[in-house]
């Protein structure tokens, strides 16, 4: 039995045993991590190193209902870890109460931007996270302040995890080749537990600033009502592709202060 990757679902199948080894191998696990969740396994080339391993616990969660049939046939130990289910509308507190965990795979393209929207709404268990995805959008991820690729997901990620560009992978180590080049990037949760300002607003602020990145901070951010003399300072003269995590707590403090 073979699984038949399936376009709806941006399967692009790894098909290299080493570059597999090489990802599952990039894992840390900080901070006593003894769970592992694999995103989207297909036929179990991750998976099989991960379950080698016995310094932590594998699970995976699937939304194919024919890699799931593959996975029980050929890691049947792996059974009652098989989560059939949709990884995006899943609480992992009800799957691993009270454990922290590190994340893991090759990340279907269609949907990798809003795995780690997923990852930051459960940051405060997700410890590390392993994955491979769309060179421009790993790259984007791990951008510093002041590039033309940084962005919203950039500033929301370096937040609450360290991001490190790992390894480059070139399109013919899958079935079937995407047209893109793909990379590895390695998350870890920093120590920030919580933003020195209200996070929430924080979000919508980031959001916000970026939605018209090439106009100023004071032009980009009037949607949300300040006054021209709540934005007189010279932070509001920036554009928010030149602002860091700290600038963008700096500056959620001034808009809610503003707001009264």
């Given at each position: 039995?073979t699984?038949?990757?399936?376009?709806?679902?941006?399967?692009?199948?790894?098909?290299?045993?080493?570059?597999?080894r090489r990802?599952?191998?990039?894992?840390?696990?900080?901070?006593?991590v003894?769970?592992?969740l694999?995103?989207?396994?297909?036929?179990g080339?991750?998976?099989?190193?991960?379950?080698?391993?016995?310094?932590?616990?594998t699970?995976?969660?699937?939304i194919?209902?024919?890699?799931?049939?593959?996975?029980?046939?050929?890691y049947?130990?792996?059974?009652?870890?098989?989560?059939?289910?949709?990884?995006?509308?899943?609480?992992?507190?009800?799957?691993?109460?009270?454990?922290?965990?590190?994340i893991i795979?090759?990340?279907?393209?269609?949907?990798?931007?809003?795995?780690?929207?997923?990852?930051?709404?459960q940051?405060?268990?997700?410890?590390?996270?392993?994955?491979m995805l769309?060179?421009e959008v790993?790259?984007?991820l791990?951008?510093?302040?002041?590039?033309?690729?940084y962005?919203?997901?950039?500033?929301?990620?370096q937040?609450?995890?360290?991001?490190?560009?790992?390894?480059?992978?070139?399109?013919?180590?899958?079935?079937?080749?995407?047209?893109?080049?793909?990379?590895?990037?390695?998350?870890t949760?920093n120590?920030?537990?919580?933003?020195?300002?209200d996070?929430?607003?924080?979000f919508r602020?980031?959001?916000?600033?970026?939605s018209?990145?090439?106009?100023?901070?004071?032009?980009a951010?009037?949607?949300l009502?300040?006054s021209?003399?709540?934005?007189?300072?010279?932070?509001?003269?920036?554009?928010a592709?030149?602002?860091?995590?700290?600038?963008?707590?700096e500056?959620?403090?001034?808009?809610?202060?503003?707001?009264?």
């Amino acid at each position: 039995m073979t699984v038949r990757p399936k376009k709806h679902l941006g399967q692009h199948f790894l098909a290299d045993p080493n570059i597999a080894r090489r990802i599952v191998e990039s894992l840390r696990l900080p901070g006593g991590v003894g769970q592992v969740l694999e995103i989207g396994p297909g036929m179990g080339v991750l998976t099989q190193y991960l379950l080698e391993n016995p310094a932590y616990q594998t699970s995976v969660v699937e939304i194919d209902t024919e890699s799931v049939a593959y996975l029980k046939e050929h890691y049947p130990t792996l059974t009652p870890r098989i989560y059939a289910t949709d990884f995006l509308r899943q609480d992992l507190s009800q799957l691993f109460p009270n454990e922290p965990l590190a994340i893991i795979g090759n990340f279907p393209y269609n949907i990798s931007t809003q795995i780690f929207f997923q990852v930051l709404a459960q940051r405060q268990q997700v410890r590390e996270v392993v994955g491979m995805l769309q060179k421009e959008v790993a790259e984007r991820l791990a951008e510093p302040p002041g590039s033309k690729t940084y962005g919203i997901l950039s500033v929301l990620l370096q937040a609450y995890y360290d991001v490190e560009f790992l390894f480059t992978v070139p399109p013919h180590v899958f079935v079937p080749p995407p047209k893109v080049e793909s990379a590895v990037v390695r998350l870890t949760r920093n120590a920030t537990e919580h933003l020195a300002c209200d996070e929430k607003l924080f979000f919508r602020v980031v959001k916000q600033a970026f939605s018209t990145r090439r106009k100023t901070l004071r032009n980009a951010l009037k949607p949300l009502g300040l006054s021209s003399e709540a934005m007189a300072g010279e932070l509001f003269d920036k554009r928010a592709e030149q602002l860091g995590v700290g600038e963008f707590v700096e500056l959620t403090n001034l808009v809610a202060s503003a707001q009264g």
